[in-house]
């Protein structure tokens, strides 16, 4: 297959206005995310492949068809995305994906709703497939180096008076955080802070030549003994927050993006869908190096060969 070839980082911002103001060129746009200059067939991967036009204009095909000559099957640039089967406008997708990858502490449907002038239905529909394209893959290799571990609630009521700071009397989501220094994120909800469940994290998520780092909840102990770079903590409880290079500021600092968007943003947010804003929060992280244009692009090609629909089990 020939080599595909990409819109440069100055030609990708130039048109990501207009992509997301105009349907042809919203398509167009995709298209060259996808496929370069190299378009190919979405159900056999032949590159024999031509636009289908309309008969008596000449103008492209309303539908933006495109036909394959070996396998004679037709396709637009939806099909094998999140936005298969919507009948969203693209230039609304493209807003969207913008807005999602350039508002550090998120966007929320209500906004894209009011700019869009599509229904909040709309809006959620398509903001949900946004961060669900944003979700990490399950092949990624894991942490390594020093890795900060840490854990948080999110949402939910204020805690009772008296609770343990641990959570215990709040509906407040538990969320647990691994953090490379200089380097990934991977924060994921988790059905309690038992040390169990925070071991079983730790070891699904960091590789075993790295250093921990945490605090001093108790819970942590005894995970040192499995990692080549052994187990250290600063005392919070006696107000120790870094001694040398131990503290766990990197998770904690990210974690207070989490919040603010939650409080800020979307001011509530549900147990079952908080992990969706996590991912859509941990792929701005991860991608912090790049600029708005270039993460946006990487996040319309990691929505291709993802579909979420209602019926289907999700990964959380």
Not at 229 to 254: L, M
């Amino acid at each position: 297959m020939a080599k595909r070839h990409h819109l440069s980082k100055s030609e990708v911002i130039g048109a990501i206005p207009l992509a997301c103001s105009d349907e042809t060129a919203a398509v167009e746009f995709l298209e060259k995310q996808r496929w370069g200059n190299t378009p190919a067939c979405v159900k056999c991967g032949s590159v024999d492949v031509y636009k289908m036009k309309d008969a008596k204009t000449g103008e492209r095909n309303r539908r933006y068809l495109w036909r394959c000559h070996d396998c004679k099957e037709q396709y637009t640039v939806r099909v094998g995305t999140v936005y298969e089967e919507s009948r969203i406008e693209l230039r609304h997708w493209c807003y969207a994906f913008w807005r999602a990858c350039t508002s550090k502490k998120g966007v929320s449907a209500l906004e894209i709703k009011r700019h869009c002038q599509i229904s909040y239905k709309s809006a959620l529909f398509l903001m949900n497939r946004i961060r669900f394209a944003m979700a990490p893959n399950a092949d990624e290799p894991k942490l390594t180096g020093i890795v900060e571990c840490d854990e948080t609630y999110v949402g939910g009521k204020p805690r009772y008076k008296g609770a343990s700071k641990r959570g215990r009397g709040t509906s407040k989501t538990p969320v647990f955080a691994a953090v490379q220094r200089n380097g990934k994120i991977r924060r994921r909800v988790v059905t309690d802070v038992t040390g169990e469940t925070l071991k079983d994290a730790i070891r699904e998520e960091i590789d075993t030549q790295a250093r921990i780092i945490t605090d001093d909840y108790p819970d942590y102990k005894g995970i040192g003994s499995e990692y080549a770079g052994g187990h250290d903590s600063v005392c919070h409880s006696t107000k120790e927050y870094v001694r040398g290079d131990v503290h766990t500021n990197t998770a904690e600092s990210s974690f207070a993006l989490v919040k603010r968007g939650i409080v800020g943003i979307y001011h509530n947010v549900s147990r079952e869908y908080v992990h969706r804003y996590i991912w859509q929060l941990d792929f701005t992280w991860n991608n912090r190096e790049m600029n708005d244009g270039e993460r946006m692009v990487a996040a319309i090609r990691s929505a291709e060969g993802k579909r979420l629909r209602y019926q289907s089990p999700e990964v959380v």
